[in-house]
């Protein structure tokens, strides 16, 4: 079973990082079962969570764990779109993750 490594509920939140609701959504949506486990962020590959355990593989961040789902499980995330579908909703997404979102934090 895929372990999914998260900050843990807090604020009344499952988790109050949306990195970590992203890995949520990911996994639900594609279909696998995974279990939710609190982590030791200062022990994460990159610093920060979310981070998966498949099997003896390690996915930190939530856009790679994205493209392992879609590579290794064949899950199509876009699937429906056509291709200038995907590049806006590429785009937007990234506006979201790299400035919206530090943004709102600082």
Do not use: N
């Not at 959504?25 to 998966?52: C, F, Q, S, T």
């Not at 790679?64 to 879609?70: K, L, N, S, T």
Request: proline share 6%.
């Amino acid at each position: 079973m895929i372990q999914l490594q998260v900050y843990g509920a807090d604020f009344g939140l499952p988790d109050p990082s949306p990195f970590v609701a992203r890995g949520h959504m990911l996994l639900k949506l594609a279909g696998l079962e995974y279990e939710a486990v609190r982590a030791d962020v200062r022990k994460a590959p990159k610093g920060k969570l979310p981070v998966i355990i498949d099997e003896r593989e390690t996915i930190p961040d939530s856009t790679f764990i994205r493209f392992h789902i879609e590579k290794k499980y064949g899950f199509d995330f876009d699937a429906g779109l056509k291709d200038v579908q995907k590049a806006i909703a590429w785009t937007i997404e990234k506006m979201c993750e790299d400035h919206l979102y530090w943004i709102a934090m600082h």
